[in-house]
């Protein structure tokens, strides 16, 4: 399910940092990675450095015991690395999140984002921890709007390979004009929480179920803060509505604005194959 990584790398990446991230990557059951490096006007470094950065970092990926291959291409970065992810058969793509200046990032646009945005395959974001590496996972929250993206997430959720202690199951809604409409909207969000969670016990030691109204990436990152969650599973609808296309989906919000990494699903990706234990 979460064999083959499709890793984009800039070369500029703190390589302390980068190789905890790959650590994370193996904890989740990859093994293999695929480095990408689309060289740009903006980060254009001779091929020759760029190949022999690249070797040095494999090798201490190798040593991790992780197969590795590189790739340096030329050209637009999001839509290239995009398209090889998909020829070599990823099933994944994973982003080393370097946030932008508000002013950059409205001006240039970012590369991760674009990637988010025209991405087909699931993404891993990492969001290093500044000291205690981000390698395990503890607490993990999934935001779900009971749609077409539960369908492409909970196979991720309850697979043996993707393993955390605690799993928190968060719906934002609206709230009803009425009380008693609100009641009643309020215990079919509850319902719908437990029916999921019933499907996911077997996987986690805890399954707790949160229910919360407001603007929903605000609360997604409030309640990924409250419970200390090390990642926030989330789904990206591929029929945003007119908000969300004029605002940006919540799926490239939260990048930008949660405290750890992020998990992003694709409603339409397929489905993974379903792992035993003991493989």
């Not at 293999?32 to 903006?42: D, E, M, N």
């Amino acid at each position: 399910m979460l064999n083959t990584a499709a890793v984009k790398i800039s070369l500029d990446e703190p390589q302390k940092k980068f190789l905890e991230m790959i650590a994370c990557l193996k904890s989740y059951g990859t093994t293999q990675i695929h480095l990408i490096h689309v060289r740009t006007k903006s980060r254009y470094i001779y091929r020759e450095k760029a190949e022999a950065r690249l070797e040095k970092i494999s090798e201490k990926i190798t040593e991790m015991g992780i197969e590795v291959s590189t790739h340096i291409h030329n050209g637009h970065a999001p839509s290239l690395f995009v398209e090889l992810a998909e020829n070599i058969r990823a099933d994944y793509l994973c982003l080393y999140w370097r946030p932008k200046g508000l002013l950059s990032q409205a001006l240039l646009g970012s590369i991760d984002s674009d990637i988010l945005r025209i991405s087909n395959l699931p993404v891993f974001v990492y969001k290093p921890r500044l000291f205690t590496p981000a390698v395990e996972l503890n607490r993990v929250l999934y935001a779900t709007d009971f749609k077409s993206t539960d369908a492409a997430a909970m196979p991720y959720l309850v697979d043996s390979r993707f393993k955390a202690e605690t799993l928190y199951l968060l719906h934002v809604g609206e709230r009803a004009p009425d009380p008693t409409s609100d009641k009643a909207r309020r215990e079919g969000v509850l319902e719908n929480l437990r029916h999921l969670a019933d499907q996911c016990r077997h996987a986690y030691a805890h399954v707790e179920v949160l229910e919360s109204i407001g603007l929903v990436s605000r609360e997604i990152v409030r309640q990924a803060r409250s419970n200390k969650t090390d990642l926030i599973v989330v789904g990206k609808s591929e029929k945003p509505d007119a908000i969300a296309r004029f605002v940006g989906s919540t799926a490239e919000i939260l990048p930008h604005k949660a405290g750890c990494s992020v998990f992003i699903i694709p409603s339409i990706c397929s489905l993974p194959a379903p792992q035993d234990d003991d493989q």
